[in-house]
């Protein structure tokens, strides 16, 4: 079955600074993967999905994501954090045989 | 299109009470999942439905959690003699295809007391 690892629950960047979350993959044939943000007492609002088109794919809010097959990451960037970034984010990987499976997501603290 | 609704938002209920959860998907969407999650845990698979089939369902599910989808629609998820763990917050999915995005509810906030 696929799985996710997202490497680190928390992340803490200053604002305009260089955000990273990190997302490693499991999956025994060609996946989809997911961005999703969660804003607190809310359900999870899609950030941006690959689904086998062009490997850097762009969200919304200013975010994007490189799927790597050799390194099954699909790693989540924005150029310059927003106090509005604040939030927790999961990673996402389904395909065609299986349902949607969640990583543990990582929490996101902007600093002024 | 008014997305996926959850009802009730939030849910109170003593322990050993039956409780039954609603989610009513995105209209032409045929897939409904329901997971579970906890403080600081990501959504926690629980059981999906193609249509009214229910195709899989977690070991999360015990025999006191029932789902059904009668006519492909709007999903119930029952809870029988509820316990302390139980408590979480249940979040509900629809998609249109295999391997598309799902789009949540708010979800259905369940305190046992």
């Known amino acids: 079955a696929q799985s996710v690892t997202q490497l680190g629950s928390h992340v803490s960047v200053s604002e305009g600074a260089l955000v990273l979350l990190r997302c490693n993959y499991s999956?025994?044939?060609?996946?989809?993967l997911f961005w999703y943000v969660q804003y607190p007492n809310q359900g999870l609002q899609l950030l941006l999905k690959?689904?086998?088109?062009?490997?850097l794919v762009k969200g919304i809010n200013g975010f994007e994501a490189e799927f790597k097959k050799s390194e099954t990451s699909f790693h989540l960037t924005k150029p310059s954090a927003h106090m509005s970034d604040a939030a927790e984010y999961f990673c996402?990987?389904?395909?065609?045989?299986?349902?949607?499976?969640f990583g543990a997501g990582t929490r996101l603290t902007v600093k002024p | 299109d008014t997305g996926v609704s959850q009802n009730p938002r939030h849910k109170i209920t003593k322990r050993g009470q039956n409780v039954t959860f609603r989610c009513d998907p995105i209209?032409?969407?045929?897939?409904l999942y329901w997971y579970r999650q906890t403080l600081g845990q990501g959504p926690e698979f629980l059981t999906y439905?193609?249509?009214?089939?229910?195709?899989?369902k977690s070991r999360l599910l015990s025999d006191r959690f029932s789902a059904e989808r009668p006519k492909g629609s709007f999903s119930t998820l029952e809870i029988q003699r509820t316990e302390q763990g139980d408590s979480a917050m249940y979040l509900c999915?629809?998609?249109?295809?295999?391997?598309?995005?799902?789009?949540f509810g708010q979800g259905t906030r369940l305190t046992v007391v």
């Open positions: 209209s032409e969407h045929n897939r």
């Open positions: 999915a629809s998609s249109r295809l295999l391997g598309t995005e799902a789009f």
């Open positions: 690959y689904t086998s088109a062009a490997t």
């Open positions: 999956s025994s044939v060609p996946p989809y």
């Open positions: 439905f193609q249509n009214e089939a229910q195709l899989e």
């Open positions: 996402a990987v389904s395909d065609p045989n299986n349902d949607m499976r």
